[in-house]
């Protein structure tokens, strides 16, 4: 049974900081690897989906990587921002996904 | 517009009553499905649909029933209502046509059983 975990559960830092978020898996078969942003009382919105034949992808200041022999995916925030601030999933899976417990990230002006 | 909505927002309930929360997506997506979301276990899954009158049990499905008879619904239903029930509940949805494009959520439905 595939098992996601994610380190640190929670991080606080000042703003302007370059950070990591971490993303581990038990089933390194997996297809597909997302990650997405909650802000408190909303739903999750997608950030970066790294497909089976991908090893990264980005989209701006975010920078996602796999490396399924590891179990792992790392989540790179640039330049970190207030606007930051929100709880951080990874999911892992084929079609059907299981979900990391979160990242609550707090970036301080 | 297009996009996946879940209704009510909202909804409060007395224990034993039956109540249905909605989840409708615009994309003919293949797959939906319902997760709930309570502090210390994370995002659990309830139920999925892989197409229309194609529905499967997830990690939590006691006490819910869910149905699919057009692509674009997945209702879910509580049944008779406890209080364990208490949670946010999340609808999402995901295509099979070409490339995996990942999960899609709607807005949730925060539900209280009192």
């Known amino acids: 049974k595939q098992e996601v975990t994610q380190i640190p559960a929670a991080l606080s830092v000042p703003e302007g900081e370059n950070l990591v978020l971490n993303c581990s898996f038990t089933d390194s078969a997996i297809y597909n690897l997302q990650w997405f942003r909650q802000d408190p009382g909303k739903g999750l919105t997608s950030l970066l989906l790294i497909q089976s034949s991908q090893r990264e992808q980005t989209s701006g200041r975010l920078n996602a990587s796999l490396d399924k022999s590891s179990g792992r995916s790392t989540l790179y925030i640039a330049a970190s921002q207030p606007g930051d601030s929100a709880t951080y999933l990874c999911a892992a899976g084929g079609q059907n996904f299981v979900f990391g417990p979160g990242t609550r990230l707090s970036v301080l002006p | 517009d297009a996009g996946i909505t879940q209704s009510p927002r909202y909804k409060i309930t007395e224990t034993g009553r039956q109540v249905t929360l909605m989840c409708h997506q615009t994309?003919?997506?293949?797959?939906m499905f319902w997760y709930r979301q309570d502090l210390g276990h994370g995002l659990r899954l309830i139920y999925y649909s892989a197409a229309a009158d194609i529905t499967d049990k997830g990690e939590v499905p006691d006490g819910y029933v869910v149905s699919r008879s057009k692509t674009e619904n997945f209702p879910l239903t509580l049944e008779s209502a406890t209080r364990s029930q208490t949670s946010v509940y999340f609808c999402?949805?995901?295509?099979?046509?070409?490339?995996?494009?990942?999960?899609?959520f709607g807005s949730g439905t925060r539900l209280t059983v009192v």
């Open positions: 999402a949805s995901s295509g099979t046509t070409g490339a995996f494009r990942g999960y899609t």
């Open positions: 994309w003919s997506h293949s797959y």
